[in-house]
């Protein structure tokens, strides 16, 4: 398909301490889905809602789109699979990743006038070495990614911003202590997830709307 394909992802808690007694998740939604009323041409939602969501929010997602229910997997695995499915959409495609507790203004979708392009690289785990405390021989396994986002004009096709960041997580390690081999690891799979939401909320956090409290 062409068009606009937007992955909603939701959860079930309202969990706003800070934010006004009025908001809440369905009051985000119901603007959500004011805004991409008003797009044109061909446009799909998928909602993917990870754990229990309340059935009056689902009970209007079926109403707009396909409803995909995640057993819970936290909030690094149902990122992933937000962008393994946007990712599937065809060329042409603009894809839109949307979160539960945002406020839409109603001509926000129709407006865009910008589509990012990212490019992103995960390398295997790197292994280093070297002697911790006292003379005690010792092997890390890091991994690394990194990530380049442009926003491209959708009327000149021009680079209007342009950002990049890299992080990196130690996933596996053996030492030597008292004559005993000691190793611990994890699967390097589990540490993507939050690894690109930290690279994402750097290289997007200048365009992040804030709180100012007056």
Known sequence: MSGLFVVYRST?????PRRPPYFDKLLCLRSFLLSFRRVGGEKRILFLNDGPVPDERVALMRRWGS???????????????????????????????????????????????GVFAGHLKITNPNVAGGIAGILTPRLEATIRTDLTVRLLSTQSGGTVWRQSAWATQ????????????????????????PMVNTIVNIVTRELWSTWQKQ
Do not use: H
């Open 170 to 193: 130690k996933v596996g390690g053996i030492s030597i202590e008292g004559g005993q081999v000691v190793f611990g690891a994890r699967d390097p799979k589990t540490a993507y997830g």
């Open 12 to 16: 079930g808690p309202d969990r706003f």
């Open 67 to 113: 409803v995909i229910d995640l057993p819970g997997l936290g909030n690094g695995p149902s990122f992933r699979r937000a962008v393994e499915s946007a990712l599937a959409m065809p060329d042409g495609t603009v894809a839109y990743l949307a979160e539960d507790d945002y406020l839409y203004l109603e001509p926000a979708l129709e407006r865009v006038t």
